[in-house]
């Protein structure tokens, strides 16, 4: 059975840092493709940065460029996601996901596996 565990979210003031993690087990790791995802209150599910390790593809949304980085750690079957130079528009619930198809990292979209998901707030 394929799970995935966020945590690492809080709240946080603008400009400030978080790094959230996300523990997966279930499935062979290094076959997936993983990704970030966060949904904003009255807003839709949006992705914001996905990988494929196995055609090291990465994707990030064009409003966390150069803010955000993913990163995994094998060992540990652990993926993150560091968020830097916080926004108040970043404030969201942040979402793992996970898929066998590795394409889905590409554009960032139709995941098959989710986690419960971990709130990030930034105050302004």
């Known amino acids: 059975e394929v799970q995935l565990v966020e945590s690492g979210g809080g709240l946080v003031q603008y400009g400030g840092s978080l790094r959230l993690s996300c523990a997966a087990s279930?499935?062979?790791?290094?076959?997936?493709?993983i990704g970030w995802f966060r949904q904003a209150p009255g807003k839709e599910r949006e992705g914001v940065s996905c990988s494929s390790y196995s055609d090291r593809s990465t994707y990030y949304a064009d409003s966390v460029k150069d803010r955000f980085t993913i990163s995994s750690d094998h060992a540990k079957n652990t993926v993150y996601l560091e968020m830097n130079n916080l926004k108040p528009e970043d404030t969201a619930v942040y979402y793992c996901?996970?898929?066998?198809?590795?394409?889905?990292?590409?554009?960032?979209?139709?995941?098959?596996?989710w986690g419960q998901g971990t709130q990030v707030t930034v105050s302004s």
């Open positions: 996901a996970a898929d066998s198809r590795h394409y889905v990292a590409w554009y960032c979209e139709g995941y098959a596996y």
């Open positions: 279930g499935f062979t790791f290094d076959d997936y493709a």
